[in-house]
């Protein structure tokens, strides 16, 4: 079983930067894959950036390269999401979740899920 808890939404200019944080209990977190995910209202669930077991290999949406940076550490049990250059575009609930699968970008191979951090961007 694994838990994960998100911090670090909030309301953000546009072109500024937030730093999302995402804290896993459990033995086995550095065996997961690790993901953040979007939800904004009406719209469905979007891949925002995945990291590997090891942080060795990323993937990121189209719509976050080159702004957004996925990284983990292992011995904090903790996986974070960088954003510079927000856009309103980008305004969602921010979510965190485990896989099994190597590096998988399908929501339906994430096992764990936190409950999510605000982000709201203003124009």
């Known amino acids: 079983q694994v838990q994960l808890v998100e911090s670090g939404g909030g309301l953000v200019q546009a072109g500024g930067s937030l730093r999302l944080a995402c804290a896993a209990s459990?033995?086995?977190?550095?065996?997961?894959?690790m993901a953040w995910f979007r939800q904004a209202p009406g719209k469905e669930r979007e891949l925002v950036a995945v990291?590997?077991?090891?942080?060795?290999?990323?993937l990121y949406g189209d719509s976050v390269k080159g702004r957004f940076t996925i990284s983990r550490d292992n011995a904090k049990n903790s996986v974070y999401l960088q954003m510079n250059s927000l856009k309103p575009a980008d305004t969602a609930i921010y979510l965190c979740?485990?896989?099994?699968?190597?590096?998988?970008?399908?929501?339906?191979?994430?096992?764990?899920w936190g409950q999510g951090t605000q982000v709201p961007v203003s124009s």
């Open positions: 979740a485990a896989a099994v699968r190597y590096l998988t970008r399908d929501p339906r191979e994430y096992v764990y």
């Open positions: 459990g033995r086995t977190f550095s065996s997961y894959t």
């Open positions: 990291i590997s077991w090891n942080g060795g290999n990323t």
